[in-house]
Nanobody, 115 residues
């Protein structure tokens, strides 16, 4: 049973920082491509950033230069460092793991940025 557990969300003022973590169990972590997505009410879930098994990264234009995705294969964890947060970054953030044709999602963590 593959499980993804996100943590690190919360309430922060605009301009502040948060670091999200996603711990993966039940799957060889280093074989998983990982990603962070976010969703607000009434909108589709959108890609924030992803990282391949080799460490290559990709970011949404809206977060480039502010967010950094990283992974620690020794801890089976992927991180999202979020700096210079804006009110429009408010959303539920989800962690995603992909291994071949298998896709797994975490339960989500709320990030709220106040103006």
């Amino acid at each position: 049973q593959v499980q993804l557990v996100e943590s690190g969300g919360g309430l922060v003022q605009a301009g502040g920082s948060l670091r999200l973590s996603c711990a993966v169990s039940g799957s060889p972590f280093s074989n998983n491509a990982m990603g962070w997505y976010r969703q607000t009410p009434g909108k589709q879930r959108e890609l924030v950033a992803d990282i391949t098994t080799g460490g290559s990264t990709n970011y949404a234009d809206s977060v480039k230069g502010r967010f950094t995705i990283s992974r620690d294969n020794t801890k089976n964890t992927v991180y999202l460092q979020m700096n210079s947060l804006k009110p429009e970054d408010t959303a539920v953030y989800y962690c995603k793991a992909v291994r071949g044709r298998f896709i797994y999602w975490g339960q989500g963590t709320q990030v709220t940025v106040s103006s």
